[in-house]
């Protein structure tokens, strides 16, 4: 379940069915990319480092500067952060 402060960051998703730990990917994308800090902190209650660490080193669709960000943060060398590491066109 989203909590209801989070909801404006799925919004094109029926919430009402959708289960965040079933969809690992797109909400750990979702937070990382437009999350605040309440966001940050609900992703880290919710899903364990290990699992936001790996979404980071093959997640591709994130921004150059979240990327960088959330490498710095996680203390990714930058050369294992996919988006990092994928041709932009």
Same mark, same amino acid.
């Given at each position: 379940?989203?909590?209801?402060?989070?909801?404006?960051?799925?919004? +094109?998703?029926?919430?009402? $069915?959708?289960?965040? *730990?079933?969809? /690992?990917?797109?909400? &750990?994308? @979702? !937070? %990382?990319?437009?999350? +605040?800090?309440?966001?940050? $902190?609900?992703?880290? *209650?919710?899903? /364990?480092?290990?699992? &936001?660490? @790996? !979404? %980071?080193?093959?997640?591709?669709?994130?921004?150059?500067?979240?990327?960088?960000?959330?490498?710095?943060?996680?203390? &990714?060398?930058?050369?294992?952060?996919?988006?990092?590491?994928?041709?932009?066109?």
């Amino acid at each position: 379940m989203i909590p209801s402060n989070l909801r404006a960051l799925f919004w +094109d998703t029926n919430l009402d $069915a959708f289960t965040p *730990e079933a969809h /690992p990917d797109y909400t &750990i994308l @979702r !937070v %990382l990319e437009l999350g +605040d800090d309440a966001a940050v $902190a609900w992703l880290r *209650e919710t899903f /364990p480092e290990s699992e &936001i660490r @790996r !979404v %980071l080193q093959t997640e591709r669709r994130l921004s150059e500067k979240s990327a960088n960000f959330w490498a710095l943060v996680y203390e &990714i060398p930058s050369h294992e952060v996919a988006a990092l590491n994928c041709s932009r066109q």
